[in-house]
Every structure is written in C-alpha cells, then in structure tokens.
C-alpha cells in the first residue's frame, strides 16, 4: 500500500507519477491518494510551508482505507513494507 498527501511538500507530486508507474502493473499494489493531506496524513491548508509541522491527527478516512487494506489483505506488515 502506498499512499500519497495531495499538499505532501516532502515526497512531490513527480515523485507520485514515478511510483504510480512502477506500480502499474502490481496487481497486489494498492495506491491511494488524499488531496488535502501532507506528509503526515494530517489536513494541511494549501499554502502550508513544508517545515512548518502541522496540528492535528492522522485523517480518519486514511486511518479506514489502512485498516481495511490490512483486513483484506490479512498482510501482518502494515503499510511499511514496500518491494518493487
């Protein structure tokens, strides 16, 4: 599972595409992408800086879709474990 902020000011929109593309093909690839999200999974205004640490918590609805894919997938490895 990879998942993606839309306002991620640490791992860049350029940096999505590649990992999308290599991705592509992974039918046990699972990406996600949450537009108003940075890097920490926290809700981030548009014109946040990137070291600026935001407040907040971790979005629910990433905490879902994590939960769900660990679920479906019965994987024990959480969303840390990346091999391409």
Known sequence: ???HGGRDNQ???QDWAIW??????????????YES???LGVAVDAGWL??????GHVDSVLIGDVAEW?????TPYGIAECAL
């Open 11 to 13: 791992v860049i929109d």
């Open 1 to 3: 599972m990879l998942l």
């Open 50 to 55: 990137a070291n600026e640490i935001p407040n």
């Open 70 to 74: 660990i679920t479906q997938t019965g």
């Open 37 to 39: 999200l940075g890097h």
């Open 20 to 33: 999308k593309a290599a991705l592509a093909r992974r039918a046990n690839a699972t990406l996600k992408r």
